[in-house]
């Protein structure tokens, strides 16, 4: 099992635009949850899909400020 750190790496590795002190303010759990879908998107379209979690609603709404 990856630590924290060795997840952030990964994630950089995988994604050199993404800030380490941004990544760092992410649970561990969450981190995992990224660098997974990372991993997914290398492999050819189609031969598994990503799934989204139980609480992140596909599409989301605002309302604008009055």
């Given at each position: 099992?990856?630590?924290?750190?060795?997840?952030?790496?990964?994630?950089?590795r995988?994604?050199?635009?993404?800030?380490?002190?941004?990544?760092?303010?992410?649970?561990?759990?969450a981190?995992?949850?990224?660098?997974?879908?990372?991993l997914?998107?290398?492999?050819?379209?189609?031969?598994?899909?990503?799934?989204?979690?139980?609480?992140?609603?596909?599409?989301?709404?605002?309302?604008?400020?009055?």
């Open positions: 099992m990856l630590t924290k750190n060795q997840v952030i790496d990964a994630i950089c995988l994604n050199p635009t993404a800030p380490i002190n941004w990544l760092a303010g992410f649970d561990l759990v981190l995992r949850r990224y660098y997974e879908h990372l997914i998107t290398l492999e050819p379209r189609g031969s598994r899909g990503w799934v989204r979690g139980t609480g992140t609603p596909a599409v989301s709404t605002r309302r604008p400020a009055a």
